[in-house]
């Protein structure tokens, strides 16, 4: 009874499991939506398509590499195109490959399987066949391309093309010769540096268009006039000064018709033939005069302005010395009466109002060079002579002798604005005149020595003291308030400093280098400016002082095959800057042919051009390639040493600095702030260096001035160099014979 109770009541129980079991699975299938199912058939599919789309795009990848399509082949830029076959047809995968496309593909998965491997096997089969018909063809020659090919095609397409783009320098000496002339910069409120604009500064060298072609003897500058010697030694004058003018004016109001825009035009201050005929050689200029020397040794002094010259006393003058006549402009001579039998003038300086006369025996006189002040400062070197103590009966401009000098063989002067510098063949400087800011050098600005009015001897010696170097000066420069000496140092011996004990190695250390040249250049005076070059800004320098930038140089020379000291070959000192110009080791024997001084740069490229292309062998005479050389040297040398083959070569010229006062811009930097060492400045003609020299407007270059030269112009052979000039205010580069 138990038992059957026991087991009534476990089936009780599994029954009510099982309905509740039931219950449960009725609500759970209940509860669920029918987008469910719709989900998991719509991932199935996902799936499938993805599978077909992997296995399709493996297989045309696949196709794609094992057919070497075009595509494949732009991708890799090394593999090379298929060759032609023997039968003349092109075997290429792109055939194929289009045939390939051609044929009818089927939908299903596996079907697209067995016709990619079926296309695979071709393919390869046809890669195979035509692997097998190459390689019985010969081999292709690769095609070179040299590195000369490549610079001709970018626009050089001679050798002068090719030099002007190496060498700045070489185009530079190129363009000098193609176009003699003038370039001009810095104050121009005077209308001396550009005549024909407004500015009041040029601020970057500009060409003169007055003196285009146009070679010169010698050019001077100031700030409202300008002086110039053509070839024919003619004097040519312009500038406001010269026109009467005053700087704020342009030109006399009743005399100027305005234009259209009610704007007065810039009146016509060109150059002007003044002083005719008397084959003028070199020129100096004073505060208001002009000091013109002729190459017979004449001396002419005339006004600065043309109303003067015009209205002025004329002097007779003779025709063929038979017929007299009255000039056509006034001037003065001035003739020292004391000259002897073949004694004649041959070098002269001026200062503000005073006149250096030096004659070919080592004698100097001296006069005054301004019509408005008399010299009152000493710098004629004469004691005692002032304007009140002038005999009335003499003109104010009569020259005296300095007796200061007596016994001393001169050979060269200079005169800044109210002192002189005179060095003899020994190489002794003297000096005398105003020594305000210690511009004669003689280490003394004391109230009793602010000026001396007789010649001084300056104590260059001590300069080298202790230093082993005997000095020796080679040139004086002045101008301004300043002073420069070139000095060529020499290395000498001094057995004194040498120990009794002392080995056989220290004493040929000793006196090794004996009779070496160092060139120095030594500079005393007013350095407020920059003008002293020493790297400070100094009131005074009473001793004078080295300048280490132009001091010191030495480079190697190939045709004397040693090394050489670089000197200066000059410095142009005005009122506040100067330049010095080297006298380094340059080339002009790389011959460049021309055939007119007066044609425009592109016709004289493409003429040069031209020649060289037609005749290599065309070359222009020119002197030595080394610093040595002279005009007069060249002069000698045959001209058909001279002419010979051009080298595979550049040339370049001297190096030129420009330091001081750049107040407006006359150092030529194209800024303004003033500059106490010497510097380099660009090319002068900057238009050419871009479009003939293909150099960007941001790369830098220095000018180099070209030597004398022996070139064509036009139909006759002409000597002549870059010289350079600084003024009061103004600087200048031109073309001298």
Not at 315 to 343: A, K, M
Request: hydrophobic share 30%; charged share 20%.
């Amino acid at each position: 009874m138990n038992g059957h109770r026991s087991t009534a009541r476990l089936g009780h129980r599994l029954r009510s499991s099982w309905r509740d079991g039931l219950c449960i699975h009725r609500r759970y299938l209940s509860l669920r939506s029918p987008s469910e199912y719709a989900h998991k058939r719509q991932t199935h599919f996902i799936r499938s398509v993805a599978f077909v789309t992997a296995v399709g795009s493996a297989t045309l990848f696949y196709q794609w590499i094992s057919a070497d399509s075009e595509g494949y082949r732009k991708l890799r830029a090394d593999a090379p195109p298929r060759g032609p076959s023997l039968d003349g047809s092109s075997q290429t995968s792109s055939s194929t490959s289009s045939s390939d496309a051609s044929k009818p593909s089927t939908s299903s998965r596996g079907g697209g399987i067995m016709t990619s491997l079926q296309e695979s096997i071709e393919s390869m089969q046809s890669r195979k066949k035509d692997k097998e018909q190459t390689q019985t063809l010969p081999p292709e020659k690769a095609e070179l391309v040299f590195e000369d090919t490549q610079k001709r095609a970018q626009g050089a397409r001679t050798k002068e093309e090719s030099r002007d783009q190496l060498s700045s320098q070489h185009l530079q000496v190129r363009k000098s010769w193609e176009n003699p002339g003038a370039w001009v910069w810095g104050a121009n409120d005077g209308k001396v540096a550009s005549p024909e604009g407004r500015e009041s500064m040029v601020r970057n060298p500009k060409w003169m268009a007055a003196f285009d072609g146009m070679l010169l003897r010698d050019l001077k500058l100031t700030r409202g006039f300008g002086a110039a010697i053509n070839e024919e030694g003619d004097l040519l004058q312009w500038g406001l000064a010269f026109n009467d003018m005053e700087p704020d004016e342009e030109a006399p109001i009743s005399k100027v018709k305005k234009n259209n825009n009610n704007v007065a035009p810039a009146p016509n201050l060109s150059p002007v033939k003044t002083l005719q005929g008397k084959n003028l050689s070199s020129l100096a200029i004073s505060r208001d005069r002009i000091i013109a020397l002729s190459s017979t040794g004449a001396v002419y002094s005339l006004s600065t302005s043309s109303t003067e010259q015009t209205q002025g006393p004329k002097p007779l003058e003779t025709t063929w010395g038979i017929f007299p006549s009255r000039s056509p402009i006034s001037y003065r001579t001035i003739h020292p009466s004391t000259l002897s039998w073949n004694e004649r003038i041959t070098s002269i300086a001026s200062g503000l109002d005073h006149a250096l006369l030096l004659t070919n025996r080592g004698r100097v006189f001296t006069a005054a060079s301004a019509s408005e002040s008399f010299p009152s400062k000493g710098q004629l070197g004469i004691p005692g002579l002032t304007w009140f103590t002038l005999p009335k009966d003499q003109p104010f401009d009569t020259p005296h002798e300095v007796h200061g000098l007596s016994g001393f063989k001169i050979r060269a002067v200079a005169a800044g604005d109210q002192h002189s510098v005179a060095l003899d063949k020994q190489g002794r400087v003297f000096a005398w005149g105003d020594n305000g800011r210690g511009q004669l050098g003689i280490g003394d600005t004391s109230r009793d020595a602010i000026f001396l009015d007789a010649p001084s001897l300056l104590p260059v010696s001590k300069l080298y003291a202790g230093t082993l170097h005997r000095p020796h000066v080679r040139a004086i420069y002045a101008g301004g308030n300043t002073t420069f000496l070139s000095i060529d140092a020499e290395r000498v011996a001094s057995p004194q400093d040498i120990p009794d004990d002392a080995s056989n190695e220290t004493v040929s250390a000793h006196f090794r280098g004996l009779g070496k040249i160092t060139a120095d250049v030594w500079a005393c005076g007013h350095g407020i400016w920059g003008q002293l070059g020493n790297g400070r800004w100094t009131h005074v320098q009473s001793l004078p002082t080295k300048i280490l930038p132009l001091s010191g140089l030495f480079e190697y020379d190939e045709a004397a095959r040693r090394a050489v000291p670089i000197r200066v070959r000059d410095i142009s000192v005005g009122a506040n800057h100067c330049a010095a110009t080297f006298d380094n080791v340059t080339m002009t024997d790389v011959a460049v042919p021309y055939s007119s001084s007066s044609a425009s740069a592109s016709q004289s490229s493409s003429a040069s051009s031209a020649l060289w292309s037609s005749s290599p062998s065309t070359t222009t005479t020119t002197t030595s390639s080394t610093s040595s050389s002279s005009p007069q040297q060249a002069q000698q040398q045959p001209q058909q040493q001279q002419q010979q083959p051009p080298k595979l070569d550049t040339n370049w010229g001297s190096d030129v600095l420009f330091f001081g006062n750049n107040e407006h811009f006359q150092l030529g930097t194209g800024k303004r702030n003033n500059v106490v060492v010497p510097t380099y400045i660009r090319p002068l003609d900057r238009t050419a260096e871009v479009t003939e020299g293909k150099r960007p407007r941001g790369e830098e270059h220095r000018f180099h001035a070209t030597p004398w030269t022996k070139v064509r112009v036009g139909d006759r052979w002409v000597g002549f160099e870059q010289r350079v000039v600084c003024g009061r205010g103004v600087s200048a580069v031109y073309s001298g014979v």
